[in-house]
């Protein structure tokens, strides 16, 4: 239920952010993909210790993109070479799900280490860039 009523936060969240900014792409495939993030940070990830994983849009003043980031508190991301690379849309049978959306929308995804101030490792920043049209 938690993941439900997050991945529909997430969701209103993000359309709302978008309307306001007038982005000129597709406002259900961004706030689908940043629940996607999302979702995964809280169930593969590591909440940080104040309890939350974090969000982040940045529209790319140059090319109209949008930039979606999720951060957690675990510093890897087992299988992304497989994850961030094989994902093709016939793969999929049944129901799609999680970041394969991400290629059926044409974005590209990237992952980094998450550093504080003191450089020191507290997590990973999972990236998505989509286009604007």
């Avoid at 997430?10 to 993030?37: C, H, I, M, Y």
Wanted: proline share 5%; with cysteine; aromatic share 6%.
């Amino acid at each position: 239920m938690a993941r439900t009523v997050t991945s529909t936060h997430t969701r209103s969240l993000v359309r709302t952010a978008l309307e306001r900014r007038r982005w000129p792409g597709n406002l259900d495939k961004a706030a689908r993909v940043a629940a996607v993030l999302v979702d995964n940070a809280v169930r593969h990830g590591a909440v940080f210790p104040d309890g939350t994983v974090s969000l982040r849009l940045a529209v790319d003043a140059g090319t109209g993109e949008l930039v979606i980031e999720a951060a957690d508190a675990e510093p890897s991301f087992p299988g992304f070479t497989e994850t961030g690379s094989a994902w093709r849309c016939s793969d999929v049978r049944g129901k799609p799900s999680g970041l394969w959306w991400i290629t059926h929308y044409r974005g590209r995804l990237a992952w980094t280490v998450k550093t504080d101030d003191d450089t020191r490792t507290v997590g990973k920043v999972v990236q998505v860039i989509l286009p604007a049209s």
